[in-house]
């Protein structure tokens, strides 16, 4: 065993420890804490010992698993895969300290789904076998559903039967492409098909491969969500329990913005060349659109909520423009909103623990009771609309300027989803934490005690280090984005050289 399945299979065995535990909150919440702290520990190992000089896969694993059909238990780590699976395992600690007093009926089971979510959700980061990333990306589902179904809010069967009915659509459909795949090159190896298709000994005609982006591609856009298939999204969220709003806004919304840059670009970039006009323009409405149903919204996790879909049209967007800015603001953009909108999120769970509400209008004077949580929810709400020296500004800026390179009539669009994001974010701070003081906030709202510092320090600290020091986390980004684009072959020049005393042209190369 390797550091890469150490870090994968930890959550698993700290997910089956949790289930043996007695059934009392504090055991669970404990071991929750102290095993994920542990896993996020060793996921630095990760980091350590990541070549940051070179690009593509790095401590690769790779053993038989099925013989027939031939499905292999094959994974590795890339300069994107390595960002996600650690903001995995650092926001799992947090999620389990915002938990901590909130959770007290089956507080057990509740830390162990946790744990297993983890699980999943790193090994559809690492999974390099198509049927072991379809494992992957379905064991996610399943502790995602009984979160949202059983810790939940008052719609939270609703919500979660829709989370679950909206994914699987999706993952039918590719499902059967996946298969398809398979009947064509006797082989779920990732890196195999894709060198196939760089040798030309597998050829896709025009339609075959239209219609086999569009079954991976609808599936991952349901999971970013992408208007208009983001219906789901704000049930589940205002539904689901603090730790679940985190983990699904932060992480699993990342499952579909990933595998679109890792599977469906290099599988089929003549489909995704020739899809990226109406793709940039669904998430420019997307954009603005999020925003604009942001602005009206009377309840904060639902506008919290809504702001994703606006800030995720921002990374499809980057992925479409097939520039390196774009594809490497589009990355850093997802790790952005893991964290200010996961933090956004953890604030308003804190918010909703003392006044037990989540509507606008039940708020206002937060600042004069509770000063240091009105600070902290000031950075985060900066950094959530792209404030210069935080984290959203590098990553909206990359993707804007890939984005005019690419089209600047898209970024002129783009650009407004910005500016209504400063306005729905103050608006909604300015309610929450100005204004008259009333009795009920005033009785009830305390300022952060220490278990809530160890959540948002973290956080913040991240936010600016982040908006600072990019080029500690860009570099291994670029080595793998510029892979992806040369396996596209799209934006992608080499020189011809003329006969002597002729001038050498530049050629566009083509798939």
């Not at 395992?89 to 979510?117: H, Q």
């Not at 420019?284 to 309840?299: E, K, R, T």
């Not at 209504?420 to 005690?449: I, T």
């Amino acid at each position: 065993m390797n550091l890469l399945t150490g870090v994968l299979f930890l959550p698993l065995a700290a997910f089956v420890v949790a289930l043996l535990l007695p059934r009392n909150s504090g055991a669970g919440r404990t071991w929750a804490l102290l095993s994920s702290a542990g896993i996020f520990l060793a996921s630095l190992g990760l980091l350590a010992y990541f070549d940051r000089n070179i690009g593509g896969e790095q401590f690769g694993v790779n053993i038989p698993w099925i013989q027939s059909p031939d499905i292999h238990f094959a994974i590795s780590v890339n300069g994107v895969s390595l960002w996600l699976i650690l903001l995995s395992t650092f926001l799992t600690p947090i999620c389990v300290l915002i938990s901590w007093n909130y959770i007290k009926d089956r507080a057990k089971e509740f830390y162990a789904f946790l744990l297993l979510l983890e699980f999943g959700l790193i090994g559809v980061f690492l999974a390099q076998d198509l049927f072991l990333f379809y494992v992957f990306w379905e064991v996610c589902l399943v502790p995602m559903y009984f979160l949202i179904g059983i810790w939940g809010h008052d719609r939270r069967i609703y919500a979660a039967v829709k989370f679950f009915l909206y994914t699987m659509a999706g993952s039918v459909l590719m499902l059967a492409a996946i298969i398809y795949l398979y009947v064509r090159t006797h082989t779920f190896s990732y890196p195999a098909i894709v060198d196939m298709l760089g040798s030309g000994r597998l050829v896709f005609s025009p339609n075959e491969e239209i219609l086999l982006f569009l079954a991976f591609f609808i599936a991952f856009a349901i999971k970013v969500p992408l208007f208009p298939l983001h219906t789901w999204l704000p049930d589940a969220h205002v539904e689901a329990p603090s730790a679940g709003s985190v983990m699904l806004a932060s992480v699993m919304l990342k499952m579909g913005t990933y595998s679109i840059l890792h599977y469906c670009l290099p599988l089929f970039p003549g489909a995704s060349h020739a899809c990226a006009p109406w793709i940039a323009v669904l998430a420019i409405i997307g954009i603005i659109y999020g925003a604009l149903v942001s602005l009206v919204q009377p309840n904060m996790k639902k506008l919290v909520a809504y702001s994703s879909v606006s800030h995720l049209g921002f990374v499809v967007l980057g992925i479409f423009t097939f520039e390196q800015a774009g594809l490497d603001g589009a990355v850093y953009q997802m790790l952005n909103h893991g964290i200010s909108t996961g933090a956004l999120f953890a604030l308003v769970g804190l918010l909703y623990e003392r006044r037990h509400s989540l509507e606008i209008k039940d708020y206002g004077g937060v600042a004069t009771a509770a000063p240091w949580l009105s600070t902290v929810f000031l950075v985060t709400t900066l950094a959530s609309i792209g404030l210069p020296l935080l984290n959203n500004f590098v990553g909206e800026f990359l993707v804007l300027q890939g984005t005019a390179l690419a089209n600047f009539t898209w970024t002129v669009w783009a650009a407004l989803g910005v500016i209504l994001s400063a306005c729905y974010m103050l608006w909604m701070y300015q309610r929450v934490f100005y204004g008259e003081l009333g009795d009920e906030v005033k009785h009830h709202m305390p300022d952060l005690n220490p278990r809530e510092w160890a959540v948002v320090i973290p956080l913040i600290v991240m936010m600016v280090w982040m908006g600072v020091y990019s080029q500690s986390f860009l570099p291994p980004v670029t080595k793998n984005t510029a892979m992806i684009l040369k396996q596209t072959s799209v934006n992608v020049s080499y020189r011809v050289q003329a006969p002597a005393g002729a001038k050498s042209v530049e050629v566009a190369r083509a798939r």
